[in-house]
């Protein structure tokens, strides 16, 4: 699964999940631009790829909690702990800050 990481609606990089996990690379073009920021403290901006076992902190703070949570899952019928569909299907238009983050 792939999902797409904007900053202010520029492309930053590539968040995928995988068997093993969770990958976010920032896209070359991002990286070699200085005006634009890393998505968080946590990512600062570098051409290799971060690779975590679960998703990464900032990503899952993103997330809706509660019940906001249980609502968002049984109206778009997803698992409560799917937590990449959870992330495609409720970030990719509007959060709190400058990231959204889109279905590839």
Sequence with gaps: ??????????????LTKN???YTFAYFDDY???GDLPAVSL??????EPYKSK??????FGLLSE???KEILC???NIGRDDYFRI?????????????TVSAA
Excluded at 54 to 59: A, G, S
Excluded at 87 to 99: N, R, V, W, Y
């Design 19 to 21: 068997p093993d996990g």
């Design 1 to 14: 699964m792939r999902a797409i990481v904007y900053y202010n609606g520029t492309p930053a990089g590539e």
């Design 54 to 59: 679960t998703l990464f902190p900032f990503f």
């Design 31 to 33: 990286v070699a631009n």
């Design 66 to 68: 509660g019940e906001n």
């Design 87 to 99: 992330l495609t299907e409720t970030a990719a238009l509007e959060t709190i800050g400058a990231i």
């Design 74 to 76: 049984k109206a778009l």
């Design 42 to 47: 946590t990512l600062p901006k570098k051409k």
